[in-house]
């Protein structure tokens, strides 16, 4: 970094020199036109009209006979590269698989359509506008979505119902965590992405983390509620009581800290919240070692309490990283939160 003095010309207009060797760099001349962005952060940032790490806006691939589960993940990896158009080509022409497996995934991403198709080349494109999305409420439904199939699952793990109440929800999850995860993408290349989205880039950083957990609690209840499937019977009694507090005692920790993540609470609970994941993170090993001991116990309640133990810790994360950021913005001087050991 060097720093440079701004200088007043005539009509009070203040000016700054640009370094030369970013100029040549960037091929800007004198004459060139140049990108100025004001940040809700703060910063100022000079920017040439085409830079080279945005996304580019179309793409063309070749997929000759590639397995339609390849072709599907170009699609997915275009969405979250931040790609708007993808034209798929294959000379020889696409097989009702191919062409199933790429309807497939415009029904599965936010905001994608096939928009055109010929007999060698399919064009998907992406139709969302970031000036229309709110990646702040997308990880509030994420995190309904998440915690929902939570409940159930583990209402079918500690009632012995039986169902797959949680199943389609976890494709909405995954559906939402993609779209954070494009627009997170996006933004690290595309400053005006970032004030399309109203947001600074610390908030869409912490946004997107959390989301990331999220998503792994969505996964983990598909998990939770598979194994509840596969039991012989219902838990024993106490086992059954056990499993409910420490179920509601997780439950707690998530929700209280994406809370304080997208700003619908103070960091002040994050301590608490953290205390609560290591209380949790003691009860379910004593519990596993209760199952280990009793010897009668169905083996797959062990699969089920790593699950619950995971979840816990995706939801400590979140708290985690949102006491971090308290320290770093100083709001921790400022809200007078008790220090914590998060270890």
Not at 65 to 91: C, F, K, M
Not at 104 to 133: C, P, Y
Request: proline share 3%; hydrophobic share 40%; charged share 25%.
């Amino acid at each position: 970094m060097e720093s440079r003095k701004i200088q007043s010309v005539g009509g009070g207009t203040f000016t700054v020199s640009l370094p030369k060797e970013w100029a040549e760099s960037e091929g800007c001349t004198a004459g060139t036109t140049v990108n100025i962005h004001t940040h809700i952060d703060g910063l100022l940032v000079i920017q040439t009209p085409e830079p080279r790490t945005a996304p580019p806006n179309r793409v063309t691939l070749e997929v000759g006979n590639d397995d339609p589960a390849e072709i599907q993940q170009l699609l997915r990896a275009s969405y979250a590269a931040g790609v708007e158009t993808v034209a798929l080509e294959d000379p020889d022409g696409y097989t009702d698989e191919q062409h199933r497996a790429i309807e497939h995934v415009a029904r599965t991403l936010t905001g994608v359509t096939v928009a055109k198709e010929t007999e060698s080349q399919v064009t998907v494109q992406t139709l969302l506008d970031a000036n229309e999305v709110s990646v702040r409420q997308s990880v509030r439904q994420l995190q309904f979505v998440a915690l929902s199939m939570y409940r159930d699952a583990m209402d079918a793990l500690t009632t012995g119902t039986t169902g797959d109440r949680w199943v389609d929800r976890d494709d909405q999850a995954d559906r939402l965590y993609a779209m954070i995860d494009r627009y997170f993408e996006r933004g690290l290349a595309r400053l005006d992405e970032i004030d399309a989205l109203g947001l600074t880039r610390p908030e869409l950083f912490s946004l997107w983390v959390t989301a990331n957990e999220l998503e792994h609690v969505a996964d983990h209840a598909e998990r939770i509620g598979t194994v509840a499937g596969r039991l012989d019977g219902q838990p024993d009694e106490p086992i059954v009581t056990a499993l409910e507090d420490i179920s509601q005692d997780v439950h707690t920790v998530i929700k209280d800290a994406v809370s304080i993540i997208i700003g619908d609470a103070c960091v002040a609970p994050a301590g608490e919240t953290l205390a609560t994941r290591r209380a949790v993170r003691e009860r379910i090993t004593d519990l596993d070692r209760q199952l280990f001991k009793s010897g009668d116990a169905d083996y797959r309640l062990t699969r089920a309490l790593d699950s619950l133990a995971r979840t816990a810790e995706h939801g400590g994360n979140i708290a985690d990283f949102a006491l971090r950021m308290a320290i770093r913005d100083g709001e921790l001087a400022e809200t007078g939160t008790a220090e914590t050991n998060p270890s």
